[in-house]
């Protein structure tokens, strides 16, 4: 029986074999919880190195969407809504959960996934401009992902007018990071993590997609912005317990590079599957250049495909053509990339 | 320089090494995400089969204050109130995580930490009785720990009691089993899985404070009353995408009696240490027989036994006596447990 | 100096005089508090009756954000959301008060400021088909207005769409009628009062807009299902404390046939301003019947009529032209319509 | 057949007779809505002036549940929550108002229904000191009523001494002055409008129960703190279309001493009754010297009693004896005073 190969996404495994030894390794030792043991203290250090951002506020949350939620509901007020681009994971993806802290999504047309620092300016002028003021969600924080959820990156241009726009008006800018790994491995990427440092108001560093069993990490350049941070989470039921987890495994990506590694890995993964669909004649789709590979292809070849291979069917292209999507990862190997490719040219 | 003994609390190590045994088993297969795998299909089985309840929802989430801050949302109408004892846990201990989600907290007076079905049954005649109905928060949830946060547990009569007025009133009957491990271990309880499947409306089995990682398995034994409860808990940020992960831990605690077992250890150790500190001259207070050991020390005693022991100071009891508590787990040793007890003797 | 023109809004005035004459008669009576008065009971007979829905629950609220969002609140489970056409009243006119309470707005594209049964149900449909349903907020409710923002009206053939496809699929179907009178008052209106209990599960009867000081009267058919609404009025700070003088005041409006006479007047004189805006050359915009009338003008034009008119620009046409709104109400007299008609002409 | 006599509350009739002789004149003429109107300019300018405070932020609300909720709502951040006497009308008589905007209520016992400066130091600097911190709630700002629930009154030092205490910790100080009418026409009174204005952040001026149909002036005294409070009240359902009938009523309040006379009308009958009381052998309980006016009486003599006289039953004294409460207010009339007093000596 074939083995079958796995490109459906890059949540599928466990973590870094890396990841899991030291969680190991430090399995019996005692420690106080909630993220003030050792461990958290030296992943903090750790990542406020990289960023060289010596002053930011560093914390462990569990999973990307409990991240958006608390860190969105800790930095609006009450009248605030969140602005995205209306591809954004917090739209459809969330069930909700912003909306749950009492918040307004507010949606803006995306390009490749991005939000522009125009249209986001207009919407707060033609927000400040309403003469109905008191009925309208004023703009509050502006959400992007860097990558964003088709693969594609902001470039340290774009990042930086988005970045004017929001400080001129008074905006909080943050960042969803959940494949930050895959942007940063990514030879077009110009955004390092001290840009982000410098540009957004707070950013997340993922975990679980990028090498961890669980944890994302939250970087607040301004340390003071959020002082009780930590209550909130707590209110937001994403204070874990044995924080020294997160602290533990966050020590271990960022140490000796393994998280800069991991993430090319997974990128040339990637870039090798493009060359290969394009050899074979199945047209790519968008311009991610990140771990995520887009395609069209017809549905009878898809069809055969998905016999072997777990993939993600996007969205339907037209009546005989549907656009799939690749995820590569830390797990996936030398040989699962190789034999896909193989495989792409028996379709 | 001596090693300190560890008795503050029990979520101060990683997890039993054979649940971390599983974890390593298996991280590098690859699985679909969200709990649909067939770890999690595994280990909801086990759980219905203890718990001979085999038409039960059984859910998993990370940690205790999100499983109750999704629950109790998730059970409540808009209009209603949960009912807890003043000392519950969900009252100033998690931060406004109930009423972060729109719902009153209604304390009542605790006996040993245990609310009583007739103090139940009072407050919501009263209510039901009031002439200003609509200025008041209706209890629609009793919220109950088991054991409490006193370590005390409900009798199977005064759960019985509970449930009937609970019935009778159209409450939802939930307990919070962050230590169920070491209330079933217990030889003073009588209230079995099956019981609390039968009694209650929701309770969960709790992982955290009971071998595994982290992780918390809820139980639901009507299991057509939360339809949607996967979207709640997506909603609450407290779905986790390697769900996997929690379907493996809990696979392992209830297979061959690990969690059974790993409760009863714990549980003798406390024991040892009550038959100590009682011949030591220490008394005990409140009537917990679970893992929890609640006594009343001397100040300058205290003092000397903290250089070497990592415990909790509960509460001041008078100008030179303190109330300590030592809490046992899963990872406390026979070692430990003797050589505290060696050192009481020497205060 | 010339007096103005007034036809910016159907609330720019105190309330009908019968209204206030009743208020008046009945200010130094002493009755209790909170709705349960004689005029109350009265006034809620009343509307039962002409709703020939004899089992109604009949609430009164103060105004129309506040019925929307308690509304809502009350009906919605907590996964659930609040289905709209994206012209709706409660998506960008309400400062985010639905999101307040926890719930997501979903829109769907509007068709003359009204939704279809069709794309209601395809809604739904793609809802509970998709694989990935624990991320995605369920419908709940589907609001709609009656007539529509634009001013447009549901026919009963798609009012009983409408209704079927809830009923299918277990959705809960409520109608904002902040401007009801001036519907059921409009000869192409084929909705009655009775059609509205028998095919919505809520819809409230606005008074602000049509007649009265200020208060809506919530109709719920099912007189069973929001059992504990008034507390979830109080919660939202909805509860008037002397709810007789909404008693008094829909007891007015409905005796005589005071609500459906001023809704008449009103239509009447929008159907005349109609006429003349055409006759003049300002073409008329979408289809309402109703009293708001929408038409484009030369921007010049525009100009030279505020000085005498108060009216709302609505939105830009294109560089030279304006969409313009004007809106009769029960306070609009014959006098003033004529003014404007003959003002027109001189443009 | 014997007309009744009401002194059950202050809010069981329409407004003061020169409040409703405004509304009436204004009735037909046209403004701009949601509080942008001239009688809203006049009347805030009017509470400034009284306030001695031009800068302050007037606003106008509909009720006291709401006007609590929603300026609670305002000033808190995600993790905190309102400090209140036990027996402040947020804790039970709003039907859960607070929490449903996600903030907990932290109640303090209370002394003669106040607060006392020392008992929010203490908690303030328990939270403070907490080594648990993240786990609880923190104390954002003070809930206080002038008059209180038991018609008790904060001294000029006791406000002095809870705004010192507040600034030093940077919480908020809020009065809830749904009866302050009956406060400032107290002889006892040293506190004055200008006095909450230097001392509270912000409190409201009751209209309700205080010779308006409806409606509450909120001051903040700051003037840029909460620069989108309107949005705030929007978004809580809280902002009145017909805005000038806010503006009328409190214009006419303040104009010429009203608001000042009405409460000095009903203080003068409550402090007769009181006399009365005293005379004929009900001892008074509590220290109320505003209108509201409680006594313990025989049960039998409260059944007599009761078949001609409206009152509360405010709690059962003991087995034979009942706590009765009184209310007098702006519609109060000597000669029912007087038939009051008169009936009491015929028991």
Chains 1, 2, 3, 4 share one sequence.
């Not at 707060?124 to 990156?153: F, K």
């Not at 982000?196 to 990490?217: H, M, N, P, Q, V």
């Not at 549905?299 to 996007?314: F, G, S, Y």
């Amino acid at each position: 029986m074939t083995e079958k190969l796995f490109f459906k996404s890059d949540y599928m495994e466990g973590c870094h074999p890396r990841v899991l030894q030291r969680l190991v390794e430090t399995n019996l030792e005692h420690t106080v919880g909630y993220g003030e043991d050792e461990y958290c203290v030296a992943a903090k250090a750790a990542i406020r190195a990289v960023c060289a951002c010596p002053d930011a506020q560093v914390e462990f949350l569990v999973g990307g969407t409990q991240t958006n939620a608390t860190v969105i509901d800790a930095f609006l007020q009450v009248y605030q809504g969140v602005v995205t681009a209306e591809t954004g994971h917090i739209c459809d993806h969330e069930a909700g959960a912003i909306e749950q802290s009492g918040h307004k999504v507010l949606t803006l047309p995306a390009t490749d996934g991005k939000l522009t620092a125009d249209r986001v300016e207009k919407l707060v002028c033609s927000c400040l401009a309403n003469g109905d003021r008191q009925a309208i969600v004023m703009p509050g924080l502006v959400y992007i992902s860097q990558p964003t959820e088709y693969g594609t990156l902001y470039s340290l241009q774009e990042l930086t007018d988005l970045s004017r726009v929001c400080k001129q008006y008074g905006l909080t800018l943050y960042a969803d990071g959940a494949r930050l790994a895959y942007a940063l491995a990514c030879p077009e990427n110009d955004v390092s993590l001290p840009d982000l440092s410098r540009l957004t108001d707070a950013f997340y560093i993922g975990g679980t997609k990028c090498g961890a069993l669980f944890g994302e990490a939250l970087v607040v350049p301004d340390g003071s912005r959020l002082k009780y941070f930590p209550t909130t989470m707590k209110q937001h039921g994403a204070l874990l317990a044995k924080g020294r987890l997160l602290g533990v495994q966050f020590s271990e990506l960022f140490a000796g590079g393994l998280y800069e590694n991991l993430g090319k890995t997974a990128v040339s993964h990637a870039e090798n599957l493009r060359t290969a669909l394009t050899e074979v004649g199945f047209p790519l789709v968008g311009s991610s250049h990140t771990n995520q590979v887009f395609c069209i292809m017809e549905n009878n070849k898809l069809q055969k495909l998905e016999q072997t291979v777990e993939l993600t069917r996007w969205e339907q292209a037209d009546d005989t053509h549907t656009v799939v999507r690749f995820v590569t990862g830390w797990a996936t190997t030398q040989a699962d990339t190789e034999a896909l490719c193989a495989l792409l040219k028996t379709l």
